[in-house]
């Protein structure tokens, strides 16, 4: 298995220029590369291999230009076999390989965005508290914590904010942790960021709304300045340096808290969620990309990988929210703004987070009598009377005057008779209280 740890390095003066003219020569070689690539395409031709893009942009060019020369060249190479890449992942999401997963044509880099480079086999070193780069030297780094095995290879990051990391690649083995025999689903929602299935609700830190304010005021003082001047830099990096706290704060929410889960349960199962067809919605995207979902999932399974715990995604489609917990009965779609309702079958009352946080636990493992959540009973049970009696009334009984709304169907869940309400919501629309009332 393999891991990424990641430290932050402190270069000084002289190695930040080297550490940039590096930088600057990756990008040189990537998009020289790509722009080559791109005027083939254009007359007809097929992709040049890496091979031949090698000894084209990097041995050709070193004869020409002799600031080429003056960095490692390991990066260069690596930079190129990420341009490689970068090809393949194209032309197989081209051919439709990995299903739902589109991949965009190779971009060009820029000088204003993340900058990278990557030291592979023998040519960096790690010591006490230095790391050395061929042609940069000995870097002050702090090792947060202990690298697991040798590294196989080390990228050098330079962020928006002008810090700089130092990212190793470690082949790691499984820790497995202590068995709890717990198992938990979990609702992502917005207004709280996870509902848990036994009834826990946990807020996210959100960010991105807190510091909005300021960095629109910041934003607004950085367009006002005039393009390359120092000023503007100062206030491109003030602005930068927000971004970066807001992620970070972000960061390490998510990380606390899909350590603890793994910590605590044996079997974590979560809903997948449209998040890409999500934020295109413009009234919600800030916030959804303010949580964090995706990156949510992605450590929350990593760390299940890692602690020898199971992970489980279940279906989009699965009815979590319309469903009962207790008696499977299906209410139909709810409003966003309906968060409790009363099943018409059982007579629960439900929180619709924890109702659903329920019920993809329930998809995973149907058979687990998961631990019921304090249920309140409606407060008016006469209004459900019909629905409770163990022996189905006839249809005719039930459903005098309101035969379309109400019959009787298989339920899907426990292949019992059941009777399911079919389309509209009714369980929310107080009115069909009273209807039913007339029977009783
Ligand atoms: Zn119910």
Known sequence: MKARYRYRI?????????????????RYVWNQSLAYCNQLYVSGQKKPSYTDLTKQF????????????????????????????AYKNFFNSCSGKPKAIKVKHPKFKSRKSRQTARFVGANYKVGQDKLYLPKVGKIKIVWSRLLA???????????????????????????????????????????TFATLSNG????????????????????????????????????????????????????????????????????????????????????????????GWRKFRILTEAKCEKYGKEFR????????????????????????????????????????????????LEVVQ????????????AENPIQLSLFVSEAPPQEAEVAEGQPETIKRTWSRRNSTRKKVVDGNDVSTRPEFFKQLSLFD
């Open 10 to 26: 402190y270069p000084n003066h002289i190695q930040i220029t080297r550490i940039n003219q590096l930088f600057g020569c990756c």
């Open 58 to 85: 990097i041995t050709q060019a070193k004869k020409e230009l002799v600031w080429l020369k003056e960095v490692a060249s390991t990066p260069l190479q690596q930079c190129l076999k990420d341009l490689d890449q």
């Open 149 to 191: 095995s040798q590294p196989t290879s080390v990228t050098i990051i330079k962020d928006s904010d002008n810090r700089y990391f130092a990212s190793f690649v470690v082949e790691t083995l499984p820790e497995p942790l202590p068995k709890t025999e717990n198992s938990i689903g979990i609702d992502l929602g917005i207004s």
């Open 200 to 291: 826990d609700k946990i807020e996210g830190p959100k960010p991105l709304k807190q510091n909005l304010k300021k960095l629109a005021k910041f934003q607004r003082k950085l367009v006002r300045t005039e393009k390359g001047s120092k000023r503007r830099e100062r206030r491109r990096l003030r602005v930068a340096k927000l971004h970066a706290k807001v992620k970070d704060i972000r960061t390490y929410f998510l990380h606390k808290l899909s350590t603890d889960l793994v910590k605590k349960y044996d079997t974590i199962v979560l809903e997948d969620l449209n998040v890409s067809g999500m934020v295109k919605n413009r009234k919600l995207s800030k916030t959804i990309s303010d949580l």
């Open 313 to 360: 995604v279940i279906d989009r489609w699965e009815p979590t929210s319309q469903k009962c917990s207790c008696c499977g009965f299906k209410g139909g779609k709810k409003e966003l703004n309906v968060r409790e309702w009363t099943c018409l079958s059982c007579g629960a009352h439900h929180d619709r987070d924890i109702n659903a946080a329920v019920n993809i």
């Open 366 to 377: 149907p058979k687990t009598k998961v631990k019921a959540v304090k249920e309140t009973v």
